[in-house]
Each structure stands twice: as structure tokens, then as C-alpha cells.
Nanobody, 121 residues
């Protein structure tokens, strides 16, 4: 069945780095867009970064541009999020998300269970 399993979260000091990974199975990974969402207490879930099916195009929310990098390995069915220069406001549960198609517009239809990222000194 369809599965998205995130890993790599944890506690990091401000200015530090983390790399999140997402192992995908149960669907044709290379045929859909993929993304990373995050949600912190009291806030709505927001789309942080997304990547096209063949990794030619990426898009980021303004607050993480220049600090985060999304990538994918279609041969391994893996999605990644490299997070640098982390700030306390990046603290959230991060979710891997599967796109409905290879296009941006239809959005996402499945999310993983999430991994906690805490940025604190």
C-alpha cells in the first residue's frame, strides 16, 4: 500500500542544519510532484517546498528561500529536504507529501506521519 515515511528530524541549535528524508512506496514515485509541508502548534499546515516529477523545477515558501533545498532520487524513491541556517520559527512537524499528478495545480493527496524539528538553544 501507499507509504511515506519521514526521518531525520530532531533538536538543533539556531544556525544549525538538518536533512530530512522521506521513503516512498506503493505508487509510481517518478510520475508525481512531491513536497514538504510543516505545521507548528496553533498554525495551519503550510507547503514549504515542492519539486517536479523529474526534478527540473522547485518552489519554496518565501521564508525558507536560500536556506532550504528540496531534492529527490527517483531511482531510490526518496525525497529529501536539506535545511540550513535553521531558526526557532522553523520549529514544526515536517510532513512529506505526494502529489496527485505531475502538475503543480492539482496539489497533494497523501501525507506521511511527520517528523518533529525543534530549533532551540
Amino acid at each position: 500500500q501507499l507509504q511515506l515515511v519521514e526521518s531525520g528530524g530532531g533538536l538543533v541549535q539556531p544556525g544549525g542544519s538538518l536533512r530530512l528524508s522521506c521513503a516512498a512506496s506503493g505508487f509510481t514515485f517518478s510520475s508525481v510532484i512531491m513536497g514538504w509541508y510543516r505545521q507548528s502548534p496553533g498554525k495551519e499546515r503550510e507547503l514549504v517546498a515542492q519539486i517536479s516529477a523529474v526534478a527540473r523545477n522547485t518552489d519554496y515558501v518565501e521564508s525558507v528561500k536560500g536556506r532550504f533545498a528540496i531534492s529527490r532520487d527517483n531511482a531510490k524513491n526518496m525525497l529529501y529536504l536539506q535545511m540550513n541556517s535553521l531558526k526557532p520559527e522553523d520549529t514544526a512537524v515536517y510532513y512529506c507529501a505526494k502529489g496527485r499528478t505531475s502538475a503543480w495545480t492539482p496539489g497533494y493527496d497523501y501525507w506521511g506521519q511527520g517528523t518533529q524539528v525543534t530549533v532551540s538553544s
